[in-house]
């Protein structure tokens, strides 16, 4: 199957400041990617579209400017999570999919612990 | 919008028994249905899915079933082993481009050994 990286796979940060994730198609274009939250031993939950060259759809609920998404090419995508409190601790996950395919493929998450 | 149930949340098997692990969703307009398994600390990986122009789908120990006038599919692992202990996940999504997914709950299995 199609590869998806993300990067960092642990991050531990202060309150108040801003940490980014990275996430790369590793061998095909994604001209959309998604971005998930997951709180442990709960589902996967839908933060984000991200498209490239333009602006991130943002689910209901989700505040876009404290979770800043940029799609600047067709195999990065980045989220920022803005001004970060403990209550953001969470794991993220992105996904993509190979254009054609139908099959959407995702990265190995990245644990986000805010002290 | 989309809801898919998933059943069980819990599911304890012995090794080299089989596992099924149910999921019915909502909308008639679905049409592809992906399986999930995510083990602990990792990101989901797919294992199978299945589109609506197909009944039953078989890759090894895995196969999965649909049943599209009753809106459920069906996750069968056949001859389990410890490995497949994980946390599985169903979704579904209009497909044809759209990779919006809507996810069960999830179904930890457990296979003893």
């Known amino acids: 199957g199609a590869v998806v990286s993300q990067h960092p796979s642990r991050v531990i940060c202060k309150s108040g400041t801003s940490v980014k994730i990275e996430c790369r198609s590793l061998?095909?274009?994604?001209?959309?990617m998604f971005w998930y939250r997951q709180f442990p031993k709960q589902s996967l939950m839908l933060m984000a579209t991200?498209?490239?060259?333009?602006?991130?759809?943002?689910e209901q609920g989700v505040e876009k400017d404290k979770f800043l998404i940029n799609h600047a090419s067709l195999t990065l995508s980045t989220l920022t999570v803005t001004s970060a409190h403990p209550e953001d601790s969470s794991f993220y996950i992105c996904s993509a999919a190979p254009s054609g395919t139908g099959e959407l493929f995702f990265g190995e998450g990245s644990r986000l612990t805010v002290l | 919008g989309e809801n898919v149930e998933q059943h069980p949340s819990t599911l304890s098997v012995q090794e080299g028994d089989s596992a099924v692990i149910k999921c019915t969703y909502s909308d008639s307009a679905s049409n592809y249905f992906p399986w999930y398994k995510q083990e602990l600390g990792k990101g989901p990986q797919l294992i199978i899915d299945?589109?609506?122009?197909?009944g039953e789908k078989k890759d090894q120990r895995i196969a999965v079933t649909l049943n599209k006038t009753a809106k459920h599919f069906s996750l069968h692992i056949t001859e389990t082993q410890p490995e497949d202990s994980a946390v599985y996940f169903c979704?579904?999504?209009?497909?044809?481009?759209?990779?919006?997914?809507?996810f069960g709950k999830g179904t930890k299995l457990s296979v003893i050994p």
């Open positions: 979704a579904a999504s209009a497909g044809a481009g759209s990779y919006q997914l809507t």
């Open positions: 061998d095909f274009q994604a001209t959309t």
């Open positions: 299945i589109r609506s122009n197909v």
């Open positions: 991200s498209n490239e060259g333009s602006k991130a759809t943002y």
